[in-house]
T-cell receptor, first 110, second 114 residues
Framework: DAKTTQPNSMESNEEEPVHLPCNHS???????IHWYRQLPSQGPEYVIH???SNVNNRMASLAIAEDRKSSTLILHRATLRDAAVYYC???????????FGKGTRLSVIA | EAGVAQSPRYKIIEKRQSVAFWCNPI?????LYWYQQILGQGPKLLIQ????????DSQLPKDRFSAERLKGVDSTLKIQPAKLEDSAVYLC????????????FGNGTRLTVT
């Protein structure tokens, strides 16, 4: 049980921002929210993670709702190379392994 | 830093044959995972190691799958005998550990059982 809900697919135009939503309404106070993406024929790649505050890195931004029941991964300018499956995952205490759902397949249109 | 290395990249075998996959994690990463990814699905955990000890193998089909991590570094995953439904990509991942530590994945081994 992935315990997160994501849309099956989304589409974006190239060079436009993309907002990928994730619902994790049963999240506990100590669970981190991790995002990974998987390009064709590659293993999943870490994108970003956060606990309570919004986070930014060179790849993306993560906006976490104040009640932590949802989050949004933001790609500021989508490129064709961002076309991938994006996974939103809860990571709880210790070294408990990541449980993947089906993710959101992002298509980017030139 | 060098990434997680896996080999072979592809493998085709007939059902009932055996096969082995190898993984070399990132240096210093104590935790290692094997995932199975069937086409169109997200990765599914098979086994988790902490150093050379097994932490979680509850989803490993132990009648045919086995894994080891000798000396707490490299790991091998074996299937014997293979079934058609074992056709999948086998992914290895490693992490330093801790809730905030991201997982680093290899590019996987694509197994086709005919």
């Amino acid at each position: 049980d992935a315990k997160t809900t994501q849309p099956n697919s989304m589409e974006s135009n190239e060079e436009e921002p993309v907002h990928l939503p994730c619902n994790h309404s049963t999240i506990s106070g100590t669970d981190y929210i991790h995002w990974y993406r998987q390009l064709p024929s590659q293993g999943p790649e870490y994108v970003i993670h956060g606990l309570t505050s919004n986070v930014n890195n060179r790849m993306a931004s993560l906006a976490i709702a104040e009640d932590r029941k949802s989050s949004t991964l933001i790609l500021h300018r989508a490129t064709l190379r961002d076309a991938a499956v994006y996974y939103c995952i809860r990571m709880n205490s210790g070294n408990t392994p990541l449980v993947f759902g089906k993710g959101t397949r992002l298509s980017v249109i030139a | 830093e060098a990434g997680v290395a896996q080999s072979p990249r592809y493998k085709i075998i007939e059902k009932r044959q055996s096969v082995a996959f190898w993984c070399n994690p990132i240096s210093g990463h104590a935790t290692l995972y094997w995932y199975q990814q069937i086409l169109g699905q997200g990765p599914k955990l098979l086994i988790q190691f902490q150093n050379n000890g097994v932490v979680d193998d509850s989803q490993l089909p132990k009648d045919r799958f086995s894994a080891e991590r000798l000396k707490g570094v490299d790991s091998t995953l074996k299937i014997q005998p293979a079934k058609l439904e074992d056709s999948a990509v086998y992914l290895c991942a490693s992490t330093m550990g801790g809730r905030g530590s991201p997982l680093h994945f290899g590019n996987g081994t694509r197994l086709t059982v005919t």
